[in-house]
């Protein structure tokens, strides 16, 4: 079978692998359908921040199963979902559900091979059915959707509330929708992009520029000086992470969803209105598919296409046999983008255009 296999810093080789070994005793096969691009995609491309080389990348996918599960929970010709942690048994967090909490789980696409490939052997407990109105590509967004619903249910959503996510990237605004699934009144979004801040406002959220005027400050002058409920910090910068707490209304909630690409100090004045203003400040981490039928996973499944708008934050879909191309693009800031997606299977190639045609970023993408 055919692979985009990284081979060292900055190097893919599209080539003939062998098919996937089984993943434990419940594996099935999957046809990858599409994989999404993440940051730690292109870091672990450009600047090899990962577990070592060969490996092929790709943990955001979905695909189309070719055998039955064990336990007839997926059959082949079903589109699916893939969450990648694979949670080691032993470990006291899988005991609990929480298989990413794990301290020796593995994982498609950075601790083993991933989705640039067009099979797979997944274990059926990872894979979640689509529903048949949603795409391929709209599938390969399951698991970062997963991720933001995970950190924005750390807050709790009093009467009235208002929100500030900083920083418009997908998982910004994936955040910002999950938000407003929630109940949240009033959600501002701030990104220095203005390309990123006109797709917010298509999503229906109220955009700001913090370009001269840091967010905080903004969000502090729109709430008539009160701040908000909930500041959602998805930029991953230590300036940010500072505006997130310092637009934070007395008892509000704080969650870091940005994985800091800086250090960051905090001051003495920071740290007073942390404890002044008691409020709770939230780590995240992936998101959680247990318990069956009720967890994370399956409400993201039942969100996207409806409540959740995945469709308009994909601004490219590229054959996956272009990686070397795409991942320097990106590294190197070449060409703007919002969401990348691959289209490893003839059938997500077939869905692009149509979708392209319809997605917010595309449009954006071609200004």
């Known amino acids: 079978m055919r692979a985009a296999v990284l081979r060292d810093v900055r190097r893919i080789d599209v080539a003939d692998i062998p098919e996937p070994e089984p993943v434990g005793a419940d594996s099935v096969l999957v046809e990858i359908g599409a994989v999404g691009v993440c ?5 672990r491309f450009g600047v090899g921040k990962g577990y070592g080389f060969p490996l092929v990348l790709g943990h955001e996918m979905s695909g189309t199963v070719l055998e039955a599960s064990a336990d007839g929970s997926v059959q082949p010709g079903d589109r699916v979902a893939i969450f990648p942690c694979l949670p080691d048994p032993a470990d006291p967090m899988s005991e609990i559900g929480e298989y990413a909490l794990g301290s020796a789980y593995d994982y498609f696409g950075s601790r083993r091979d991933g989705g640039l490939q067009e099979l797979l052997r997944v274990p059926a407990r990872n894979l979640f059915r689509l529903r048949e109105d949603v795409s391929l590509i709209e599938g390969a967004l399951v698991e970062p959707a997963g991720v933001a619903l995970h950190a924005v249910r750390k807050a709790p959503v ?9 920083g418009a990237g997908p998982i910004g605004l994936l955040a910002a929708q999950w938000l407003r699934v929630g109940g ?82 905090l001051s003495k004045e920071t740290v007073s209105r942390v404890l002044r203003r008691e409020l709770t400040l939230h780590g995240t981490w992936n998101a959680r598919i247990a318990p069956r039928g009720n967890s ?26 272009d990686a070397q191309r795409v991942f320097e693009d990106l590294a190197d800031r070449r060409v703007w983008a919002n969401k990348t997606v691959f289209a490893v299977s003839e059938a997500a190639r077939t869905e692009a255009p149509g979708l392209l045609d319809k997605s917010a970023s595309h449009a954006e993408a071609k200004r």
Not at 39 to 43: A, N
Not at 207 to 234: C, F, K, Q
Request: aromatic fraction near 4%.
């Open 39 to 43: 940051g730690s995609d292109v870091l």
């Open 296 to 321: 994370e996973w399956d409400m993201v499944v039942a969100a996207v296409g409806r409540t959740v708008n995945v469709r308009d934050l994909v601004s490219d879909v590229a054959p996956f046999e």
């Open 158 to 166: 009093p009467p009235n509330a208002t929100a500030l996510v900083i």
């Open 184 to 265: 949240v009144f009033r959600v501002l979004v701030a990104d220095i992009d203005p390309r990123k801040r006109r797709i917010a406002e298509r999503l229906g959220f109220e955009a700001i520029d913090p370009t001269d005027t840091g967010s905080d400050v903004i969000a502090t002058e729109l709430t008539g000086g009160r701040g908000v409920d909930i500041a959602v910090e998805a930029s991953g910068l230590a300036v940010t992470f500072l505006q997130a707490i310092h637009a934070t209304a007395h008892r509000g909630h704080v969650v870091l969803l940005g994985d800091l690409s800086n250090d960051v100090a």
